[in-house]
């Protein structure tokens, strides 16, 4: 399947969970292949992000007083552009995930994104996807198994 196709799917299941609208555990599964059990919880940490449950409101503008229905159209149509940067955004950590051989959590714990930048929170120095991946390989390998061994 196509990257991009693959983008709108996962906006559309994002949106429907972030509204409360059943979703197919399943699409994930399929879309994503060994990936997507990271994937689903990228997924969840973008639905806790956007909305609260509690009363079907929108965390990114602050609009109230939809239901399940409107809530999910509201996301797709005014907020689209928005889920799509954080759906690629969790996307490199669940890359950097998988090449480093750990958990999600454990990446989402050591390295912190801002400004186009990776941080590596062990040392607090800037890197590209690529130069992040490098300097955590070479350097805190047993830093990573030792986090991903205790994180349970
Ligand atoms: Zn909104
Ligand atoms: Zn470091």
Excluded at 57 to 85: A, P, T, V
Excluded at 118 to 133: A, E, L
């Amino acid at each position: 399947m196509h990257k991009d196709e693959r983008f709108s799917k996962i906006i559309d299941i994002v949106s429907r969970k972030a509204a409360g609208l059943r979703v197919q555990e399943t699409d994930l599964r399929y879309l994503f292949a060994k990936k997507h059990e990271m994937v689903k919880m990228a997924v969840d940490e973008i639905v806790f992000s956007v909305t609260d449950p509690q009363n079907y409101s929108c965390k990114l503008c602050n609009k109230k007083g939809l239901n399940k229905r409107g809530l999910y159209m509201h996301l797709i149509e005014s907020h689209g552009k928005e889920i799509m940067k954080m759906v690629k955004d969790s996307m490199d950590f669940v890359d950097l995930s998988i090449t480093l051989g750990t958990d999600y959590k454990t990446i989402k714990t050591v390295v912190e994104r801002h400004n186009g930048k990776f941080y590596c929170k062990f040392c607090n120095k800037g890197f590209t996807k690529t130069g992040v991946y490098r300097h955590l390989f070479w350097k805190h390998k047993k830093d990573l198994n030792f986090i991903t061994k205790n994180s349970d």
